[in-house]
């Protein structure tokens, strides 16, 4: 398990981990006054640093002491289970062995953070994500969680989080920095507006500044308007 990618469990202190502190902050600020509980994080292109994103999010979550379902919705690049090591017996068995999320859920990963991981590639994930067996999974565990945080494919390149973008009650783009073009972060929002999703924001990463140790990511995260904040 890589240090690195959980950053926010092994270095609390970091600015990077204060960054994901500030959006775990205003994401329950955006869910006030409305039931904000399944949660979709998506990109527009691969690598862009959205299992990452999703998975320290989830870490800061558990640290607030909220009750976090971590799902490895990218079923046709799953990297959770090789990011926390864990056995891949996940999501996809559920549909193929006719069993109940509960049985695949792995739990106490780091504090109240639990995971479901994909399961073994399936022919037709497109299908599945958008079933209505998937939503009785979802909903199975619905109580046991103060939020479901899904890890989706790139919007640009399958079809999958806009066809999910509305079963959810949210969105959450995660853009890299100098990766993606205007074009394709406007046709990504496109995309999923046309399926309905409520887009809670965007987190821009992967921008490097100047510091003495490294370089850690810059982002914005709001409904309406951009916030920018430097880590120093």
């Known amino acids: 398990m890589a240090e690195i990618d959980f950053i926010t469990q092994y270095d ?11 959006i775990r902050t205003n994401l329950q600020f955006s869910g006030a006054g409305q039931d904000l509980k399944a949660v979709a ?6 690598n862009e640093g959205k299992s990452t994103t999703v998975a320290n999010l989830a870490i800061v979550m558990g640290q607030d002491n909220k009750k976090v379902l971590l799902i490895d919705c990218d079923l046709r690049k799953p990297v959770l289970h090789r990011r926390f090591e864990l056995p891949n017996k ?3 068995n559920c549909f193929a062995e006719n069993i109940p999320l509960h049985q695949v859920i792995q739990k106490n990963i780091f504090p109240n953070l639990d995971i479901v991981t994909s399961g073994p590639i399936p022919p037709n994930p497109a299908e599945l994500l958008g079933s209505s067996r998937m939503m009785d999974l979802l909903e199975e565990v619905d109580e046991d969680y ?21 079963k959810v009650d949210g969105v959450v783009l995660v853009l890299a920095s100098g ?23 965007v ?20 409904q309406d308007h951009v916030k920018h904040k430097h880590h120093k």
């Open 146 to 166: 103060d939020y479901i945080f899904l890890d989706m494919p790139p919007v640009l390149v399958v079809t999958d989080a806009a066809i999910m973008g509305s």
């Open 41 to 46: 994080f998506t990109s527009v292109l691969p």
């Open 90 to 92: 996940g999501l996809t």
């Open 203 to 222: 987190v821009l990463n992967k921008m490097p500044y100047t510091h003495r140790h490294s370089h850690y990511y810059y982002y914005y995260y709001d």
């Open 12 to 22: 609390s202190r970091s600015p990077i981990s204060e960054a994901y502190r500030s």
């Open 179 to 201: 990766e993606v073009s205007p074009e394709e972060a406007r046709q990504a929002k496109s995309l999923l507006e046309k399926g309905k999703a409520n887009i809670l924001g």
